[in-house]
T-cell receptor, first 113, second 114 residues
Framework: GESVGLHLPTLSVQEGDNSIINCAYS??????FIWYKQESGKGPQFIIDIRSNMDKRQGQRVTVLLNKTVKHLSLQIAATQPGDSAVYFCAVSPPGGGNKLTFGTGTQLKVEL | GAVVSQHPSWVICKSGTSVKIECRSL??????MFWYRQFPKQSLMLMAT?????????EQGVEKDKFLINHASLTLSTLTVTSAHPEDSSFYICSGNGRAYEQYFGPGTRLTVT
């Protein structure tokens, strides 16, 4: 099966600093990875995704890095803003799981002014 | 684009009653819809996968007779919590499949059973 975990349950950063949120996964055959942002009382919001044939992908202020050797995924947020405060989840599509996603435990990002 | 709505956004019901939650894809057709449950400060746990016109596939440990799922059209799936108990109080979230692996999530429904 697939298990997904996050290294830190809470991350506090100063406004303007860069944030790095980490995620580890267990199944080396996993081929699709997504980062979601969830604000309190709302559904998850897609941030960025990456497939296993890539090791880096950039979006607006966000970068996802995939290290398949150590089965590690990270989300980097540049110039973190107060509006970035939320819980961030990584999700993994396990091989043979169809379109199902397995979510990590989540990291609470707190942006301090 | 790719908007998913849920109704109601919150509901309070008495123990023993049933509650229906609707999930609609507003601007795309969702062949597959997923239902998740999320307890406070926890992650999303997949409950079931529903495909339009067929029976839902439930995850291990989820009671199919308690959580009835109907996916009657490409834009509507419903989750009915039957004989609700306080331990069923949770945040229920649905999602619909867009292209390939992409899932678009609804805003969630807060269920409180008293």
């Amino acid at each position: 099966g697939e298990s997904v975990g996050l290294h830190l349950p809470t991350l506090s950063v100063q406004e303007g600093d860069n944030s790095i949120i980490n995620c580890a996964y267990s199944n080396s055959a996993s081929d699709y990875f997504i980062w979601y942002k969830q604000e309190s009382g709302k559904g998850p919001q897609f941030i960025i995704d990456i497939r296993s044939n890539m090791d880096k992908r950039q979006g607006q202020r966000v970068t996802v890095l995939l290290n398949k050797t150590v089965k590690h995924l990270s989300l980097q947020i540049a110039a973190t803003q107060p509006g970035d405060s939320a819980v961030y989840f990584c999700a993994v599509s396990p091989p043979g799981g169809g379109n199902k996603l397995t979510f990590g435990t989540g990291t609470q990002l707190k942006v301090e002014l | 684009g790719a908007v998913v709505s849920q109704h109601p956004s919150w509901v309070i019901c008495k123990s023993g009653t049933s509650v229906k939650i609707e999930c609609r894809s507003l601007d795309f057709q969702a062949t597959t819809m997923f239902w998740y449950r999320q307890f406070p400060k926890q992650s999303l746990m997949l409950m079931a996968t529903s495909n339009e016109g067929s029976k839902a596939t439930y995850e291990q440990g989820v009671e199919k007779d308690k959580f009835l799922i109907n996916h009657a059209s490409l834009t509507l799936s419903t989750l009915t919590v039957t004989s609700a108990h306080p331990e069923d109080s949770s945040f229920y979230i649905c999602s619909g499949n867009g292209r390939a692996y992409e899932q678009y999530f609804g805003p969630g429904t807060r269920l409180t059973v008293t």
